[in-house]
């Protein structure tokens, strides 16, 4: 695997010095008309960013993850994917290639209710990624499901183009983004 900085890499993370947190303690009204959601905590941490934030991009398959390939082979932005693989533990939707792609191409981070696979090389990217576990069986690959629909994943539901905060305390949705 090639773990070559790309220019996308360079780019300055909007997580400089935010922490959900105090996103929370100080944003009660967004928090209490919905605006501003926190994921139920099932998601274990994995990458090397701790703390990413981004636009969402959502995706909705079930253990099948050629569109997971197709968005992240495209150039990334900043943003971060949001995967709705259904919770299934059955196999994994992302490696540690699609893994080191999403990093070269400039994705801040990846969520997958959904498990991945090859831990030590996603460990070994500059990306976050929550994840529900992993698995060492790959998925299917029919290229079966939806690209920027609404999502219902941990409790909460996830609109494409919202943001998503996330850190070790937790994962934040909001409709727009928050200053910090």
């Given at each position: ?78 943003r971060v994917l949001v995967i709705d693989g259904g919770g299934s533990k059955r196999c994994a939707l992302v490696g540690g290639n699609l893994a080191q792609s999403a990093q070269n ?13 090859d831990v030590d090389e996603i460990n070994a990217c500059d990306i976050g990624v929550r994840a529900l576990g992993s698995n060492p069986l790959k998925s299917n690959k029919k290229a ?37």
């Amino acid at each position: 695997m090639n773990y070559a900085r790309s220019p996308f890499n360079e780019m300055k993370t909007y997580m400089a010095a935010f922490a959900t947190a105090e996103a929370c303690d100080s944003n009660t009204a967004l928090l209490a008309s919905g605006e501003l959601r926190a994921l139920e905590p099932i998601f274990k941490i994995y990458g090397q960013r701790r703390s990413f934030s981004g636009p969402i991009v959502t995706l909705k398959v079930f253990e099948d993850n050629v569109l997971v390939r197709q968005l992240l082979e495209t150039r990334g932005e900043g943003r971060v994917l949001v995967i709705d693989g259904g919770g299934s533990k059955r196999c994994a939707l992302v490696g540690g290639n699609l893994a080191q792609s999403a990093q070269n191409m400039g994705w801040s981070g990846i969520v997958v209710n959904g498990c991945i696979r090859d831990v030590d090389e996603i460990n070994a990217c500059d990306i976050g990624v929550r994840a529900l576990g992993s698995n060492p069986l790959k998925s299917n690959k029919k290229a079966i499901g939806e690209k920027h629909v609404p999502i219902s994943i941990a409790g909460t539901l996830i609109r494409d183009g919202e943001w998503l905060y996330a850190d070790s305390d937790g994962i934040l949705i909001s409709k727009m983004e928050l200053s910090i």
